[in-house]
């Protein structure tokens, strides 16, 4: 490979960064293509790339996001065990976003394959919404097999006192699960 190719990829990979770090919600593959006029396969090895350098982006059913969090920005997260009916999570997830608390991820324990997480980063009701919907579009369930199903949330937010509002709240709702023993894997 030439050196001009290389500096051509390197210089869309740091166009690729900046894009992330310059906005709030996730940006597509196809997005960041049409930006950098490349293919949206070309994203998809730059994004490894680039991860692989330990930069902190994800890939979430919006798009990808740069994960680093402003230095003056205070941060929290809080993991947090919740049980109830499959049909409840939406009511769960909209308590949750109403108190200005982003679900980053999901994590469920499966009897062949052990803890699977799954990346959720909805912030809002209309995230919620939209996310509902896509889930209702598939025709899948987060819980398949069983009528009530325990799940870790991790919850972020720029204040602690909203994850503890969420946790009380969740608990009020009967949603809040106090034995996590079950993600334990001793």
Not at 76 to 94: G, Q
Not at 100 to 105: H, N, Q, R, Y
Not at 109 to 116: D, E, K, L, N, V
């Amino acid at each position: 490979m030439s050196r001009k190719m290389k500096s051509i990829g390197e210089e869309r990979r740091s166009r690729i960064l900046q894009l992330l770090k310059e906005t709030k919600t996730p940006i597509t593959g196809s997005e960041l293509a049409a930006k950098t006029n490349v293919s949206r396969q070309a994203i998809v090895g730059d994004i490894t790339l680039l991860k692989a350098r330990n930069e902190p982006i994800i890939a979430t059913r919006q798009g990808y996001m740069y994960l680093k969090q402003a230095e003056t920005v205070p941060f929290f997260e809080k993991k947090i065990a919740c049980r109830h009916l499959p049909d409840h999570i939406e009511k769960e997830f909209n308590l949750i976003v109403d108190h200005g608390v982003t679900i980053k991820d999901l994590q469920i324990q499966h009897p062949i394959f052990g803890t699977i997480t799954a990346s959720i980063m909805v912030s809002n009701r209309m995230e919620v919404r939209q996310f509902m919907e896509k889930l209702s579009d598939t025709k899948n369930s987060f819980f398949p097999e069983s009528t009530i199903e325990t799940h870790l949330l991790t919850l972020a937010s720029a204040s602690n006192t909203a994850l503890n509002e969420v946790e009380m709240q969740l608990h009020k709702e009967g949603f809040l699960n106090t034995d996590i023993s079950y993600f334990r894997s001793d």
